[in-house]
């Protein structure tokens, strides 16, 4: 069985219609979010940000098992990135996640990918 059309035809109403609603997303700014938390480390501090509502990046690092400057890039990317937000308290600099949206992605992915491996698993 081969997984791709084997003739070309397509729906023309739909396809104007989705192309219509992909010129009004900000595609590149939704690729970035992803890129940031395609990332292995990212996504491990976004999970653990999903886990407490606020780290300081001492516990980032240690979380992660790497050294303070490394946190402190990831975290500063998923900032630059509108997915966490920091605040300082004297000489610490704690991080959470901006808003629950990025908290859903995360955990959406989280229940995804278990579903994924219980199918692996039957």
Request: hydrophobic letters at 35%; one cysteine or more; glycine letters at 2%.
């Amino acid at each position: 069985m081969k997984d791709s059309c084997e003739i070309y035809c397509y729906d023309e109403p739909k396809v104007r219609k989705v192309q219509n609603d992909l010129q009004k997303q900000d595609i590149p700014t939704m690729a970035k979010m992803f890129k940031a938390l395609a990332d292995e480390t990212r996504l491990k501090i976004a999970y653990a940000l999903c886990e407490e509502q606020e780290l300081c990046v001492c516990d980032v690092a240690n979380i992660t098992g790497s050294s303070l400057a490394t946190a402190s890039h990831h975290l500063r990317t998923l900032k630059q990135l509108g997915l966490a937000k920091y605040r300082k308290e004297g000489k610490l600099a704690f991080y959470s996640l901006e808003d629950d949206h990025v908290r859903q992605l995360v955990q959406l992915a989280s229940m995804h990918s278990k579903e994924l491996m219980s199918h692996a698993t039957t």
